[in-house]
């Protein structure tokens, strides 16, 4: 077999993985419109699915990592079409990441996020494990220390705490979203409330 003939297999193989991830995904997300988030298994997504669990555990390892993929994988691919660069302004930069972000979420469905956005989920506290790790965090962590490298914001500034506040800030606005039914501008809302508070940490 030559060179180009193992590529081209190798190619087929790869998307023919990531056709059975995204199913697996998908199903996942469709039944968490209707139900509850812990009563979900693996088992109930693989027959519905209509894969093994042997393969749910090759691309997944775990339920939580299948939610996990919601917050990372998901979102990354979501993204790849946008820009994500501070450019001077720390509150513009982090407005434009939470942009991204719920305009992901609204696509995805507030029947989605109405169970996903649980106090049961703990895949959603920052200290669960890697969350560090994941998309958002990893892109506003990088503008803080910029804006701090070009003296937007003060080195006495905790990055940690600054991500934290803001987390806690956008959970809260979906919430409020998904409880009353998605009855405002939650891209909009979140925008005027990120603006606010950065108001307070930059003066």
């Known amino acids: 077999m030559s060179n180009t003939e193992k590529i081209r297999k190798a190619t087929r193989r790869q998307q023919k993985s ?13 039944m968490l419109e209707k139900y509850d988030f812990n009563s979900i298994t693996v088992r109930n997504i693989c027959e519905e699915a209509n894969v093994s669990t042997g393969t749910f555990y090759h691309f997944f390892g775990s339920k939580e990592n299948l939610w996990t993929y919601f917050l990372s994988g998901g979102l990354e691919e979501y993204a790849v079409n946008y820009k994500i660069k501070y450019e001077g302004d720390i509150s513009e930069y982090i407005s ?5 972000y719920l305009s992901y979420c609204v696509d995805i469905g507030i029947e989605f996020l109405a169970h996903y956005y649980s106090g049961t989920n703990k895949q959603l ?3 669960y494990k890697g969350a560090d790790m994941r998309p958002v965090s990893i892109w506003i962590r990088s503008g803080i220390e910029e804006a701090k490298k070009a003296g937007e914001l003060s080195d006495s500034i905790s990055t940690e705490e600054l991500i ?7 959970k809260g606005c979906i919430f409020e979203w998904c409880v009353s039914e998605g009855d405002f501008d939650l891209i909009g809302y979140s925008k ?3 603006s606010q508070h950065m108001r307070g940490v930059l003066n």
């Open 18 to 30: 990531d056709i059975t991830r995204d199913k697996i995904y998908r199903t996942a997300a469709k």
């Open 96 to 100: 434009e990441v939470y942009e991204i």
């Open 125 to 127: 506290s920052r200290s």
């Open 164 to 170: 934290h506040d803001i987390c806690v800030l956008i």
């Open 192 to 194: 005027k409330l990120i």
